[in-house]
């Protein structure tokens, strides 16, 4: 009789072996997508800002494909079981130190292991109802969007018929003032030609005086 292994977990696995990283560098990272369905964790490791996070979606990448093309799983339905790394062998180099001394450099490595197995069913429902509410939220949220923008729509053309009436109105008025100032002008005299007429008729009221006159001085004689 076989005995079953006990750090062994359901699911499909990838594993990274021999990668030149600290174990500890990669467990800080791995705490991260742990329990997290595939697609979080890989947002989350595309927003992390180290380099094990790279490395750690590559391998999260691998395991979602065996378990697509061996296992006949669902991406969508996948989620992390189980992350952890291990500690690989450790090469040794020297540093030169005072002295003729030497120091011993270690150069660590690990085996980064990664599970994705599928969610409970239980689960699962409870993500495709949070996924109708959000979707009928955002549909709510997009109808109001474009109500708002219906009604600012409408706000401009209204004001802009406004403006358009009150334009034509102001050009209406314009135009019946400019009639009656050439009216105006067309019915009084200019005030040269009054002064011009003036002066012509001055001569003529003085040649009556003069032969008034002359009459006058005639009946004297």
Same mark, same amino acid.
Do not use: W
């Given at each position: ?47 992390? *800002? ?20 061996? $296992? ?22 020297w540093r030169p130190r005072a002295r003729g001394r030497a120091t011993k ?7 980064? =292991? ?35 923008? $219906? ?15 009150a334009a034509e109105a102001a050009a209406e008025e314009e135009t019946v003032? $400019?009639?009656?100032?050439? *009216?105006?002008? =067309? ?19 003085? =040649? ?9 001085? *005639?009946?004297?004689?």
């Open positions: 009789m076989t005995a079953s292994k006990t750090n062994e977990r359901p699911g499909t696995k990838a594993v990274l072996r021999h990668f030149h990283m600290s174990a500890s560098k990669a467990r800080q990272v791995l705490d991260l997508i742990r329990g997290k369905d595939v697609q979080t964790a890989a947002e989350i490791l595309n927003g992390t *800002e180290r380099e094990a996070a790279r490395v750690i979606a590559k391998v999260l990448a691998s395991a979602v494909a065996n378990a697509v093309h061996n $296992d006949g799983q669902i991406a969508d339905d996948l989620y992390v079981a189980t992350a952890y790394a291990d500690e690989g062998a450790t090469m040794g180099r450099i270690r150069k660590r490595t690990c085996h980064i =292991t990664i599970i994705v197995a599928r969610m409970d069913d239980e689960l699962l429902e409870r993500r495709a109802e949070a996924q109708r509410a959000a979707g009928a939220q955002r549909s709510r949220r997009v109808a109001e969007s474009q109500r708002r923008a $219906d009604q600012q729509g409408r706000g401009r053309r209204r004001d802009a018929a406004r403006e358009a009436a003032t $400019d009639e009656v100032i050439e *009216e105006t002008t =067309t019915e009084a005299p200019a005030p040269e030609i009054v002064a011009e007429e003036a002066v012509e008729a001055a001569p003529e009221e003085t =040649t009556a005086d003069d032969a008034d006159t002359e009459s006058s001085d *005639e009946e004297k004689n």
